[in-house]
């Protein structure tokens, strides 16, 4: 089974420049999750999917960061215009329900590496 | 709303020496709970889970931790440590479809 797919793996910009990230869920899995993970520090969920609807973006910074999963399948997380603190590992996750629980296992994906000079 | 506290932010440690990485969460009715593990430059790795039953869980490289409901703590161990074990490893607890994640402990293995 392939895991969670995410590219590009590293991004250097300027400050004030756009940037993209892509994600690519593990086959039939319907959540998924963007987190960002500033160094010395434990992810942070900016966003979460069901299908191709938001369930929770509370702590995402709406008016630099978007995020969109059209056809409920892959993701895109964009950062417009990006300031020096958005410097971190974007990780991307998705998760399959167990039959009968309420528990659903998170696989993540290896993360983007941005930096933002 | 789950809060996941890992006290230690760094433990070094010699090889083949044991070690305890410490978490405690927040109080709830029913919690999962959870330690990933993440290499350099690496996504997270699960490294182990309590979901119910048997309050020990172990992983299959050496690593258990045990849920312990009345101080809120789900500390992980392992009796011999490896070069290899040298990670950041991160404990989380899940409500539902909420992940929350501590700040992570860095373990370094010392030769």
């Known amino acids: 089974e392939a895991g969670v797919a995410q590219s590009p793996r590293y991004k250097i910009i300027e400050k004030r420049q756009s940037v993209a990230f892509w994600c690519n869920p593990i086959?039939?899995?319907?959540?998924l999750y963007w987190y960002q993970q500033i160094l010395g520090q434990g992810p942070k969920l900016l966003i979460q999917f069901q299908n191709n609807g938001v369930v929770d973006d509370s702590q995402l910074p709406k008016d630099r960061f978007s995020a969109e999963r059209l056809k409920g399948v892959d993701s895109t997380l964009k950062i417009q215009p990006a300031k020096l603190e958005d410097s971190a590992v974007y990780l991307c996750?998705?998760?399959?329900?167990?039959?009968?629980?309420?528990?659903?296992?998170?696989?993540f994906g290896p993360g983007t590496r941005l930096t933002v000079l | 709303a789950q809060s996941v506290t890992q006290l230690d932010s760094q433990v070094p440690v010699f090889e083949e020496a044991p070690v305890e990485l410490r978490c405690n969460y927040s109080s709830s009715v029913s919690v999962y709970l959870f330690w990933y593990v993440q290499y350099p430059n690496q996504g997270l790795q699960l490294l182990l889970k309590y979901l119910s039953g048997s309050t020990l869980v172990e992983s299959i490289n050496g690593f258990e931790a045990e849920f312990n409901k009345s101080q809120t703590s789900f500390h992980l161990r392992k009796p011999s440590v490896h070069i290899s074990d040298t990670a950041e490893y991160f404990c989380a607890a899940s409500e539902g479809n909420q992940f929350y994640f501590g700040t992570g402990t860095s373990l370094t293995v010392i030769p």
């Open positions: 996750a998705s998760t399959h329900p167990l039959a009968g629980s309420s528990y659903n296992e998170q696989f």
């Open positions: 086959s039939g899995h319907a959540t």
